[in-house]
């Protein structure tokens, strides 16, 4: 099983949110990624939410250091949240 994950660091926000979420499974991702987004960014737990976090969860596990902006895997192709 490949380990998932999501990083809020890909979407730069007047927060400055620096939170990376993994996990084994979709599900589990699913449900931390949603419970952060709400509570941390003030998003509504909408099916609409639910599709944009699916398309922005990649394989493995989060970089210690993202690359510089624009160099990010997949940051041209993922539809920004926004914060």
Avoid: Y
């Amino acid at each position: 099983m490949t380990r998932k994950f999501i990083d809020c660091r890909e979407f730069p926000s007047d927060m400055h949110c620096s939170v990376a979420i993994s996990a084994d499974s979709e599900e589990e991702l699913m449900k931390i990624a949603v419970e952060h987004a709400v509570s941390t960014h003030g998003h509504s737990d909408t099916p609409e939410l639910r599709a944009q976090l699916r398309q922005l969860f990649k394989d493995g596990m989060p970089p210690e250091h993202l690359p510089p902006p624009g160099q990010a895997a997949g940051a041209a192709t993922a539809a920004p949240l926004h914060h």
